[in-house]
């Protein structure tokens, strides 16, 4: 027996037991290997007419002596090649054509030791081969660390068998399933589906008898691939249906993709990419254990079923394929984070998106504000993550309800419709778009003629704190006690008011304490009270820290002003009580707190204490 090289002993127990952790992947290195081959018979019988092109990659199943073997028609293997290739791990032979043949065509397999996973299932590994062009086969056989041994032996053409001796089963697993031929029909169809050469089987299916009276089993040569992927396709070949047909059957979706996106991308790295923009979110796409990521393949096979490192965050609705011959297949197809050529098709990929995003808000009105309404926050979350990192590429994708229809506008259509002198984009937060319709401020602003953006969202806020502003406008919440929308005329009645109800404004703060940071006269349209605050922070943020928080102590608290509108006649109220009865005023200051509170959405303790109040003071 000849022993395997001291390193490789270690490479070999390595990848056995560390590097792949999925065992059913063998089957995905030895298609892959079986395909290399053909495609260097391939590249020859383009000099040599000789060569017959019929390749196929067959899959024999052996259930009672537990075997699975990968043949192929391809190049083959003389003894050295035995010797270099399967003797010492890592050495690929693969890796040298490509070299050697700069126009060959583009292969799979690059650093020799996808084969060495077959040990992972295997208690023992035959290789069968005969090289093209020679009158000899060989042997090479190997139980693992121990070494191998390679003899002369007997096969009438020229490629390779791969024989895998399955281990026995042992608790929680099931090596013998394997040999089960739907089993291995399923393998194929998720990992090598898109190899270009046919995978084959014989299969044994039921069909009626001839004279009808019962079933009987019958063995068919099947196919097991498609071979050729849509997203390899000439797009002039497809149809939009062919996309909504692939769409709906890879993805267990029966709503109809928004927009596809099938391009060719050129450049340091080329791949192809076949994207779908979704028409709804899924369920669990907000949580924690949604799993976002593009399908990740090399030459048709498939390396990762969900390639996070594809996709940002906010572009995590995203779904689609990436296939590319220039990801290297380095010691683990399965560990790709570090791929620079991987970090280079995340980029090209983003942009993408960026740009067909771009294009549908401005051709596909319609679908990209249901795309936007479903997948919106994830889209605003990326303007607020990595302090901002991306909001220049993704602020004109947002879109914002309005005050002026309650529909979608975008920040650019909202200034292009700016009155005149405004210098504020202003916006209103709230937990529902009819609740934020009924808001103090907001029905003030709008008696005004001014235009107001409705935030429901949490992240809404915080996205529009991080852009600071655009095309040169600042983000305003309507509940900033400096709205400054005042004729001069109206800024002097209104500080005239101010200085002579100071005593009352005073008294009430004093009654509040810290509630609130101060108290104010303000015209509004229809409600005595409002909130607005000073300060950095808004009552929105409070809100969000506070749910954060589970309704505990907030880390942050918005300095709250409670503002009185001077034309209700509550003011007045309060006026006649300030001068004939402190005690009902008290109760009313108490009452008119807690109905600002929660107009604004806040939660105010104990009720019982405020519906006491509103029933003693109906009757007095």
């Not at 009626?208 to 797009?235: C, F, H, R, V």
Request: proline content about 1%.
């Amino acid at each position: 027996m000849q022993q395997f090289k001291t390193e490789s002993k270690r490479i070999l127990d390595l990848m056995i037991n560390s590097i792949y952790t999925n065992k059913e992947i063998f089957l995905r290195e030895l298609i892959s290997n079986a395909s290399d081959a053909i495609d260097k018979m391939h590249f020859l019988s383009l000099t040599d007419s000789s060569i017959d092109s019929a390749f196929e990659i067959r899959l024999t199943l052996d259930k009672e002596n537990r075997t699975l073997t990968v043949s192929d028609n391809g190049v083959g293997m003389d003894k050295d090649g035995l010797e270099k290739n399967l003797g010492t791990i890592a050495s690929s032979g693969t890796l040298a054509f490509k070299k050697e043949n700069a126009d060959a065509a583009e292969l799979i397999g690059q650093f020799g030791v996808g084969f060495y996973s077959a040990f992972m299932v295997a208690k023992k590994v035959e290789v069968i081969t005969k090289a093209y062009g020679s009158d000899v086969a060989y042997k090479w056989t190997s139980e693992g660390v121990d070494g191998y041994e390679i003899e002369e032996c007997e096969r009438e053409n020229f490629g390779t068998d791969v024989k895998v001796y399955l281990k026995d089963d042992e608790e929680g697993e099931d090596y013998g399933r394997f040999t089960e031929q739907y089993v291995i029909a399923d393998l194929v169809r998720k990992y090598s589906d898109y190899i270009r050469y046919p995978i084959v089987t014989d299969m044994t299916k039921s069909r009626k008898k001839a004279d009808g009276e019962g079933y009987e089993d019958y063995t068919e040569k099947t196919t097991l691939n498609s071979m050729t992927p849509i997203w390899k396709k000439q797009k002039s070949e497809l149809k939009k249906e062919d996309y909504e047909s692939y769409y709906s059957m890879k993805y267990y979706d029966f709503d109809k993709p928004l927009r596809v996106v099938h391009a060719k991308m050129e450049g340091n790295v080329e791949y192809t990419a076949l994207l779908f923009f979704p028409a709804k979110a899924p369920m669990d796409f907000y949580s924690r254990e949604f799993k976002k990521g593009l399908s990740l393949y090399s030459n048709g096979v498939l390396i990762m079923d969900k390639c996070e490192q594809l996709l940002p965050d906010y572009f995590g609705f995203v779904r689609g394929v990436i296939d590319s011959s220039d990801v290297s297949l380095n010691i683990s197809r399965e560990m790709l984070q570090q791929d620079r050529q991987l970090k280079a098709i995340a980029n090209g990929v983003e942009k993408k998106i960026v740009s067909e995003l771009t294009k549908m808000l401005e051709e596909d009105r319609e679908n990209y504000e249901k795309l936007f309404e479903q997948f919106g926050s994830a889209i605003k979350y990326g303007v607020y993550n990595d302090y901002g990192a991306k909001k220049d590429e993704l602020k004109d994708l947002l879109m914002f309800v309005s005050s002026a229809d309650k529909k979608f506008v975008t920040l650019k259509e909202y200034c292009s419709r700016l009155k005149e002198g405004q210098n504020d984009i202003y916006y209103a937060c709230g937990e529902e778009i009819d609740k934020i319709d009924r808001v103090a401020q907001v029905e003030l602003m709008k008696k005004k003629g001014f235009e107001v953006l409705y935030l429901k969202d949490n992240v809404d806020e915080f996205a529009l704190r991080m852009l600071g502003e655009y095309d040169g406008k600042k983000f305003k919440s309507v509940s900033d006690k400096d709205l400054n929308l005042d004729t001069e005329e109206e800024k002097k009645e209104m500080e005239d008011k101010a200085v002579s109800n100071k005593d009352l404004t005073d008294y009430i703060k004093d009654v509040l304490g810290d509630k609130v940071s101060s108290v104010a006269l303000t015209r509004l349209v229809s409600q005595p009270v409002c909130l607005s605050y000073e300060g950095e922070i808004t009552l929105e943020m409070e809100k969000v820290f506070r749910s954060v928080k589970g309704g505990q102590g907030a880390p942050v608290v918005a300095k709250k002003v409670l503002q009185i509108n001077i034309d209700h006649p509550v003011f007045k109220r309060l006026r006649e009580l300030f001068d004939s009865d402190h005690e009902t005023l008290k109760k009313y200051v108490t009452m008119l707190y807690t109905q600002a509170m929660l107009s604004e959405g806040f939660d105010a303790g104990d009720l019982s204490e405020y519906f006491a109040l509103v029933d003693e003071l109906l009757v007095k």
